[in-house]
């Protein structure tokens, strides 16, 4: 048999070569630098911004920021069912996932006041990054916390009365999670699925993000090129806060990085006590895929929950 000649050789192999780069391009185009398109961050319609200082005034302050939303209907789901999502009073949201910073800084200061937390800090943690390992009551108590520390009225009570503000884990479980709200509080919470997924879908009040894209993204959640100028997905681990593109209102991260608590429970059906006792979470995190992106996607977890890739992003009412 004769030898197969160098050129033959090469011309039986560019097609195997083609169709293997069409593949990787194909499932893999986050890799591919060609393949990036450009993304662009907007300021949204207002901002509002806080400091919490060092200790003793020594040190910088950390600061954060807050944008504003309009009330308004939207609709929901990754479907796209019309009307679906209503929000009755404008609100603020948290410009970014609360951060390791933000999140330490509260908590040594908030020990003074009586608050007690029950999350075990994970090594090697940027101070940038969006804080994990963070159950549904412990970032319940760190929201009141954080309104104590800078003089507003804290938003979550353990009575009717709002006299006496939940301070730790154990206040949760004595009465089973059953929170009563100050309505009229301007201190800081969690916020609600459906200010959650309003505020990821808007663009304009008229218009809206579909359900089935990261949040800005003009296109679904399985472009890939469009997906990763949004989101950190698919990923060892999460990244610094803002290192992606915002959505329209100027917030950050929304799709990816971490997971978010809203307040909700992911069922209203007592009748149906696993998904009745979970609270919602939503936006997918740093090691999920790119489905887990969808901003009408809603997932539960169990309020003591302490998870890799489990964080939070705060929320404030009215403007």
Known sequence: MKKLKISSVIQLCIPLFLLIAFTLVIVFPQYVPFLQVHVRSYAGIGTESFAIP??????????????????GVSPSGCIDIPDGTVVTEPFMIAETEVTVELWDRVVSAAGQKGYSFSRVKMPLENKLCPIEAVGWRDAIVWCNALSELLSLDPVYYSDEA???????????????????????SRGFRLPGSMEWEFAARYIDGATWTPGGHPSGSPYPYYYGSYATGYAVYMSDFSRRVKSKASNMLGVYDMSGNVWEWCFDRFSDDK??????????TRGGGWSGNAYRLQIGGKFGTLPDAVERGQGFRIARSSW
């Not at 060092?54 to 009330?71: D, E, M, T």
């Not at 006496?164 to 100050?182: C, G, K, M, Q, Y």
């Open 54 to 71: 060092s200790p003793n005034r020594i040190g910088k302050a950390i600061k954060f920021n807050l944008k504003k939303v309009p009330s």
């Open 162 to 184: 709002m006299q006496t503000p939940i301070r730790s884990n154990a206040d949760l479980v004595a009465i089973d999670d059953e929170v009563f709200v100050h309505s009229t």
């Open 271 to 280: 009748a149906n006590p696993d998904a009745w006792t979970k609270r919602v």
